[in-house]
């Protein structure tokens, strides 16, 4: 990991710009992050950083979305979720390297194919559909980062929209990480310098997801949807690349 102080700035400014990124639409500070810290934190430490980074992230954004907090969903995305992000993290300290580059590659370029059947079909999930789908993205967070398009995609077709999707989203996913970043630590997964650069991304982002909360007032939470998508793709491509080379 390169720790010195031209990288942290770079990585900081990464940070910022991501969460407004992902604080508008809910998804893609993940798949920002992945892709451009892979080269600098090797694959193999992104995901136990970024869950360091996401709960202040996370905890940054649903701050400013805190009134539209969907309890009934959080309940049952956590009841379900969390359970299987145990497995996929037992899944995640078994893979080498390359592996977990392929598997981070193809999950984050999976979500655009998602998301879009979702819509195409508007899918209108009941709480048997929630818990499936929560249970699904418990699972790819343990193996994956960059996977938030799933839980949005879920809570979308459970009925929720705009700033409730987001506070819903965000509330959920800081208690995930907290729980990855516990078990990374238990697996020998989280070292004390991926734990400062998560911290350091994650403070870095709290400006960020003030601007977007400030832009979500003004233009909507999906307008830049078709960017991100080429976004996301671009980024797994990326890290299959990286992990391929």
């Not at 309940?75 to 992000?85: C, D, N």
């Not at 967070?141 to 999707?165: F, R």
């Amino acid at each position: 990991m390169l720790l010195d102080a031209p990288t942290l700035a770079a990585v900081a400014a990464l940070g910022l710009a991501a969460a407004i990124v992902g604080g508008i639409g809910g998804f893609g500070t993940g798949v920002i992050l992945s892709a451009a810290l892979t080269p600098l934190l090797g694959i193999k430490a992104v995901v136990p950083v970024l869950a360091v980074a996401g709960v202040i992230i996370n905890a940054g954004r649903f701050w400013f979305y805190r009134r539209s907090v969907d309890r009934r969903a959080v309940a049952i995305a956590l009841v379900t979720a969390l359970p299987f992000l145990v497995i996929g993290t037992w899944i995640y300290s078994q893979l080498d390297a390359r592996t977990v580059g392929t598997v981070l590659g193809l999950a984050v370029i999976a979500t655009v194919p998602a998301r879009r059947y979702l819509e195409r079909h508007k899918v209108v999930l009941n709480t048997a559909g929630l818990m499936a789908g929560e249970g699904l993205f418990g699972l790819a967070s343990g193996v994956a980062t960059g996977v938030g398009m799933i839980q949005i995609s879920v809570l979308l077709g459970a009925g929720l929209s705009g700033p409730a999707v987001l506070a819903t989203d965000a509330l959920v996913t800081i208690a995930l990480d907290l729980c990855k970043a516990a078990l990374f630590h238990k697996l020998d997964l989280l070292s004390e310098e991926a734990l400062f650069a998560g911290i350091v991304i994650g403070v870095a982002s709290i400006p960020g997801s003030a601007a977007a909360a400030w832009l979500v007032s003004r233009i909507g939470a999906h307008v830049h949807v078709l960017f991100m998508e080429a976004l996301i793709v671009f980024g797994g491509a990326f890290m299959l690349w990286y992990s391929w080379r």
